[in-house]
């Protein structure tokens, strides 16, 4: 009897050691450090994370992040600029490995992808046509029908402004510039997107012309995103995130925020 038993427990054993195996070699990042390249998806419109220079690179705080992975994985990297309604489809479809471009986590995404731990945390906040100044003291007062609230389409902005704002107009473009232009222009009385882009935003061409109503109208984590079914990837991805977080020798965390959210020296960069 007990040698039956030991032959069972044995078998179980391995039949568990071989589902691990099979596991770990249909992982993305058994698959990537096979191909010897780590490929991100993202798409470069969103200052100061994902942009281009005027060279036409792709740079950023996403981007500085993304060969920072790469490194500690000892691949090369790729980055597939996507069209953002579009993005969690490529990423579904194994056209890249990784979703890093300041995606907000949110229930509705998470039905479609896995999200390793929040990177960065931002919020939603306004800027309001500076016409209003004596009008508009905070973000609410501007739920009303005389008003015009621009963000970009199919973001976590677009959401939050649908929730927040019942009776005032709601519009929505493919790119956040070509909101806030309107704002700029007069055309509309309100942009909201994320608090780091309109920080950067005020810094630059809203100085003088726009008012930033900054308390953050939500919470909104930052997390990279991949495929289901990942555990492997998932609990290395954390790994790394903690790694460069605590790490304060290296400080690569905290350098990484500076240089691109405070600092504002990149803008000569792009313009």
């Given at each position: 009897m007990k040698k039956l038993v030991l032959a069972f427990l044995m078998l179980i054993s391995t039949t568990v050691f071989a589902d691990d195996i099979n596991?770990?070699?249909?992982?993305?990042?058994?698959k990537i450090l096979e191909r010897g390249e780590l490929i991100v998806g993202l798409e470069p419109g969103y200052m100061p994370f994902e942009m281009k220079d005027k060279k036409g690179r792709i740079i950023g705080y996403d981007v500085d992040l993304a060969k920072?992975?790469?490194k500690e994985m000892g691949v090369k990297l790729k980055l597939v600029p996507t069209a953002w309604d579009g993005i969690i489809a490529g990423l579904v479809t194994e056209k890249f490995d990784i979703i890093i471009s300041g995606m907000t986590v949110t229930q509705q995404r998470n039905l479609k992808v896995n999200f390793a731990d929040p990177y960065i945390v931002v919020g939603q906040t306004v800027l309001?046509?500076?016409?209003l100044k004596n009008k508009i003291k905070t973000a609410k007062e501007l739920d009303k029908a005389e008003y015009t609230i621009v963000t970009k389409l199919g973001t976590s902005a677009e959401i939050a402004v649908r929730k927040f704002y019942k009776?005032?107009?709601?519009?929505?473009f493919d790119t956040e510039a070509d909101a806030a232009s309107e704002v700029l222009s007069g055309k509309a009385s309100a942009f909201v997107y994320d608090q780091?882009?309109?920080?950067?935003?005020?810094?630059?061409?809203?100085k003088g012309k726009l008012i930033h109503?900054?308390?953050p109208l939500t919470y909104e984590p930052l997390g990279w995103a991949i495929r289901?079914?990942?555990?492997?990837?998932?609990?290395w991805l954390n790994n790394f995130l903690r790694q460069i977080k605590e790490d304060k020798v290296e400080n690569f965390y905290d350098d990484l925020y500076d240089k691109w959210l405070k600092d504002t020296s990149w803008l000569e960069r792009v313009q």
């Open positions: 596991l770990w070699k249909k992982s993305t990042l058994n920072k992975m790469a309001m046509d500076k016409a009776k005032a107009k709601i519009l929505t780091p882009y309109n920080v950067l935003f005020m810094a630059d061409k809203g109503l900054d308390t289901k079914g990942d555990p492997d990837f998932l609990n």
